[in-house]
């Protein structure tokens, strides 16, 4: 294509020109861009709006619910000891507090292990079942040996024993159990172990044996004379010159000792009791609190007879002591370490252990039981780890490396620890075989523990709980949480110690919420009058002058908190300015600080009301849970015609005495299924061999199905009792329609032995009208129907009365209600996300508009250029064919 030149040929500015006519054409471009640039000013706006309604609605969040009213502050005096929280039904006042000992939980250790991948036994069927309860009775300690045959008359030299690495102050004179155990409870605020000793007791035959006794007569006819004493009193003696029969002799020991002789109060007074007969060879002396008892004959001259002799036999004399032995006690049921130079002098071995001592033990029917199975796929420290924390019952396994090495070290260790703390965690694990055959004795060394019995794990922590006392009075907690001691407040205890606990109003977070509320009201006109007002100095409204989103939000606010709160049955306070919030002629709130003291002073309790959503029953046990926007503020009449029950299996049979539950028994636990089935919640529970009396077999059920891992992560759970009729209940926990439990035969011992024909029942939801008006039940919840004033109310209903239940008063607080109005103007649906939304679609309307007017302005340029392009071609035509003329005519005229 050649080039071309516009006007070249005719004179005309073609582009000045056309570039004028399109500059007039272009025109409405302008009027695009304003028109954008208004609407985006709008969604700017409605932005900030947005952004500034976002801040007044977070400054309702603390002021929307009760939980953010009514608070009360709790001040421990040294926080190191107790930290602690109260509601607002706490009263203020100052409390004592002095925790003596924090809850933990048991640890149990194995002994060492070479590997944790080597089987452990033959791999035989073996059932394992854990339970957790409560130990009573007896002691945790060790059971000393007899004293070393030198104590008695050298003592205990000093370092020679040491407890929990604190050295015992003994010497030459500590000669007996009780001095022995004197100088070790001397220590025990520094070793936490106390000791007792055993009574000491003389030597069953030091009389005789078999029924015959072997002291003879004594004879001093010879010239001699005789004395015998016993813990240094004196109870028989005899002078020179008696024969044989006429002096001592075993019944005339036997006379000295019975009734209330001089001897026998002397040895009363000695605390040395008697029992048994020289006669018979059966005289025994004991002391109870572990003094030596040394028992003497005292011969001087020829003598015959006596201890040993039989009569005519020579006595020249003997003596002999009795020395008991002593038990630690760790109070706290931490294992005891002993050493020192020579800890056997004192009856024990050097090392680390205890066990309890003479305990019983009960299991919790409310922790759960479990079994696991060790079979030869899993007779490892690591199987019987992962099939411990896989049963998810109560009890965490690991396993510990003390770090030893070398060709004989076993440093692994199995560790087992109760998920919770407090007394009645404390394990017992008790194993059975298949078949009939017997637990694998390898897996009975490693893991059997009981209490009450053989312990073949030691003891690293004992479950203990918290114990306090709150101004004197002795409180105990199963945690470190201690809740109910004082009302409406929580401990949680972190040490030992003592501190001083203050509970007071806590009229600070009061102020500075309602303080809040007010500054983002403000904060919120402010910014509305910039986006809607008009400014008369500068004659300029802002972008959103005349919108009604804006204007509509506005009036709503300022409606709704120049109201009075109704349904509010006994509150004192029902508007805003009674506890010192009013509106200025500028639009704007104002607080007046010594207003709203007054009213947390004087009506603390009811100012809730005033922001919050609040229920108040004249019931007790009807209570609010929540409500919805579309909860109607009122007072109601409750009426319950049908109170929510729990699912449960009863037996029909009073049960025996005692009830055999067979090896490898296994029954089918349905709980809590719904419709249709789910197979979460049905479960094979395997019981536990033995025979049980009613009460140990509802333990023992009950912990069995709460051991379930799949029904205890669904909150589901049962309670077992033996009822006054003495038949065995089954309940489950939860209430309503679907609370249901069903139990069938695996194998063993079929249901029918415990619970005869005894048939499920199923619960029911609670069901009644609020007000008159329809609702529906869930479990213990009631909620109102749809469409009713009562809408979306929420009520927990317990106790045990059907029919009318007092009224039911509902009332919806400023805060409550202002977050309700700008939720409906915030979010993805609101009004304000809405409208901007409108506004953009405008814009890109606006756009395509442009668009589309650009593309016609374009045609029109082409249009104008063609058709002055060819003007131009013409005139430069018609010049040409002029120019011709011109020079012909010319030429003519030369001519």
């Known amino acids: 294509m050649g080039l071309s030149s516009p006007g070249i040929g005719s004179g005309i500015d073609v582009n000045t020109i056309v570039s004028k006519l399109m500059a007039v054409e272009s025109a409405p471009l302008a009027d695009f861009d304003k028109k954008s640039a208004s609407y985006l000013a709008q969604v700017s706006a409605f932005g900030n709006l947005s952004s500034a309604l976002g801040s007044f609605q977070s400054s309702l969040s603390s002021l929307t619910s009760l939980s953010g009213f009514q608070t009360m502050s709790a001040t421990p005096g ?70 070393g045959a030198s104590l008695s008359t050298s003592g205990l030299t000093p370092g020679a024993l040491t407890i929990n690495n604190t050295a015992i102050a003994t010497d030459g004179t500590t000669r007996s159990a009780r001095l022995l155990a004197d100088a070790i409870n001397a220590k025990s605020t520094t070793t936490g172990v106390s000791a007792k000793a055993a009574a000491t007791v003389t030597s069953a035959t030091l009389f005789g044996s078999g029924g015959a006794s072997s002291f003879g007569d004594i004879d001093t006819s010879g010239g001699g004379t005789y004395s015998l004493s016993v813990g240094g009193v004196e109870i028989a003696v005899q002078a020179a010159g008696v024969a044989g029969g006429g002096g001592v002799t075993a019944a005339s020991l036997d006379a000295a000792l019975s009734g209330n002789t001089a001897v026998a109060r002397a040895l009363a007074d000695a605390n040395i009791t008697v029992s048994g007969t020289a006669a018979d060879g059966t005289l025994q002396f004991t002391n109870a609190d572990g003094s030596n008892i040394a028992v003497a004959e005292a011969v001087s001259g020829t003598v015959t007879g006596g201890i040993g002799n039989a009569a005519g036999a020579a006595n020249i004399g003997s003596s002999t ?65 992962a099939a411990i924390n896989k049963g998810n019952f109560g009890v965490t396994a690991s396993i510990v490396s003390d770090g030893s090495t070398g060709t004989n070290a076993t440093p692994n260790r199995l560790i087992l620890t109760s998920s919770a703390t407090g007394v009645s965690s404390t394990m017992k694990i ?6 009939g055959d017997p637990a694998d004795p390898a897996l009975e060394a490693l893991l059997g523990y009981d209490p009450a019995g053989v312990q073949n794990l030691s003891q690293k922590a004992a479950a203990a709980d918290t114990k306090a006392t709150v101004n004197g ?34 009229s600070t977070a009061l102020n500075s919420s309602v303080s809040g509320f007010v500054k983002a009201y403000n904060d919120l006109n402010s910014q509305i009058n910039q986006l809607s007002g008009y400014n008369t100095d500068t004659k300029t409204g802002g972008p959103l002058l005349g919108d009604s989103t804006i204007r509509n939000l506005s009036a709503s606010i300022r409606r709704q908190m120049s109201s009075s709160i109704t349904g509010l049955e006994g509150s004192k306070l029902t508007n805003l300015s009674q506890i010192g919030i009013s509106f200025q002629k500028d639009g704007t709130l104002t607080l007046d600080s010594s207003k709203l003291g007054k009213a947390i002073n004087d009506n603390y ?34 009426d319950i015609s049908q109170l929510a029950t729990q699912g449960t299996l009863q037996g029909d049979a009073v049960l025996p005495a005692e009830t055999t539950i067979d090896a490898d028994t296994s029954w089918t636990v349905t709980l809590n ?41 669904a909150g589901a759970t049962v309670t077992a009792s033996v009822g006054d009729d003495g038949t065995l209940k089954l309940n489950s926990t939860r209430y309503g329609s679907k609370s249901n439990i069903h139990i069938n035969t695996a194998s063993g011992t079929s249901v029918a032995t415990v619970f005869g024909g005894g048939t499920p029942v199923d619960g029911k939801d609670v069901a009644g009208t609020i007000g008159g008006y329809t609702a529906t039940g869930d479990g213990q919840t009631l909620t109102g129907a749809a469409g009713a004033p009562i809408e979306g109310l929420k009520l927990t209903v317990t106790g045990d009365t059907t029919g009318s239940r007092g009224s039911f008063g509902f009332s919806q607080g400023y805060a409550y ?42 045609d029109i340029e082409k249009r104008y250029r063609a058709q002055y392009s060819a003007l131009d071609t013409s005139i430069a035509s ?13 030429a003519m005229a030369k001519a």
């Open 817 to 858: 209600q202002l977050n309700m109005l700008t939720a409906g103007y915030l979010g993805a649906d609101g009004a304000i996300t809405s409208r901007t939304k409108g506004l953009n679609n405008t814009v890109k309307d606006i756009d395509k508009q442009k668009t589309a007017f650009s593309d016609r302005l374009t």
């Open 78 to 147: 040294d926080a190191s000891v107790l930290t602690a929280s109260a509601t607002g039904t706490a009263i203020p006042g100052s409390y004592r507090i002095n925790v003596t000992q924090v809850a933990q939980a048991q640890t149990l250790a194995s002994g060492g292990y070479k590997t944790t991948t080597a089987a452990i036994g033959t791999g035989a069927k073996t059932t394992i079942n854990f339970s957790l309860g409560t130990v009573s009775g007896g002691t945790f300690g060790l059971t000393g040996g007899a004293l």
């Open 473 to 506: 009075i002795d409180v105990t907690s199963s945690s470190a949480g201690i809740s109910g001691a004082i009302s409406g407040v929580t401990l949680s205890t972190l040490k030992t110690g003592s501190t001083t606990l203050t509970i007071a109003k806590d």
């Open 605 to 638: 309790g009811d100012i809730a009301g005033l922001f919050a959503a609040v229920g108040r029953g004249t019931d007790p046990d009807i209570k609010f849970v929540s409500s919805t926007a579309k909860t109607q503020a009122g007072d109601y009449r409750i």
């Open 321 to 385: 002591t009795a020395v008991s032995s002593i038990s630690l006690i760790s109070a706290d049921g931490s294992p005891i370490t002993v050493g020192g130079t020579n800890p056997a002098g004192a009856g024990f071995t050097a090392g680390v252990g205890g066990a309890y001592l003479g305990a019983s033990f009960t299991a919790d029917s409310s922790r759960t039981s479990g079994n696991i199975v060790i079979d030869s796929t899993n007779n490892t420290l690591a199987g019987i780890v």
């Open 430 to 435: 008790t194993l059975s075989g298949s078949g």
């Open 878 to 890: 018609m010049n040409t064919t002029a120019s011709f003329l011109t020079q012909q005519f010319a």
């Open 673 to 713: 299924d719904t419709t249709p089935s789910n197979v979460n919640n049905t479960a094979t529970i395997t019981l536990p061999a033995g025979t049980y009396n009613p009460s140990q077999l509802a333990t023992m059920l009950q912990s069995a199905i709460n051991g379930v891992s799949a029904f205890s992560s």
